[in-house]
């Protein structure tokens, strides 16, 4: 017989017809995860920034890590560290406070649209100060 994912149907025209069954993955991640574009800038550990890589943007971010979307994404395994700006509340640009999410980690994996980046414990979010008018 076919393996487990497969059935086989005969229609009225006699020829063996296989179909796949659908499969529902449950979500595994412990920590909720958010859809957020924040711009994004990339160094590896020992050198001031990675200048191949450019800016980046996110795609997703979690306490525990962020998927970075680019053409050219780092080797699984490679240790980088990641900044990011947060702009928070206000509905005008003057009352609204922005926070540097400053993370490091390994690259855990990559695909066609980019890499994830899964945070280590020296990761933190700092506030940034107002600039003077």
Do not use: Y
Request: with cysteine.
């Amino acid at each position: 017989m076919g393996s487990p994912s497969l059935r086989t149907c005969f229609p009225s025209s006699g020829f063996p017809l296989k179909t796949r069954r659908i499969i529902i993955v449950k979500e595994k991640r412990r920590v909720e995860r958010f859809e957020l574009q924040l711009e994004a800038f990339i160094s590896l550990p020992g050198e001031a920034s990675h200048a191949d890589m450019g800016n980046l943007v996110t795609r997703d971010i979690s306490m525990n890590g962020v998927f970075l979307i680019t053409d050219t994404p780092l080797p699984v395994g490679a240790k980088v560290n990641v900044d990011m700006i947060l702009t928070l509340g206000g509905r005008k640009k003057q009352d609204s406070q922005q926070a540097w999410i400053k993370a490091s980690g390994k690259v855990l994996r990559t695909d066609n649209l980019g890499m994830a980046v899964g945070f280590d414990d020296k990761s933190r979010i700092l506030p940034l100060s107002k600039k003077a008018d």
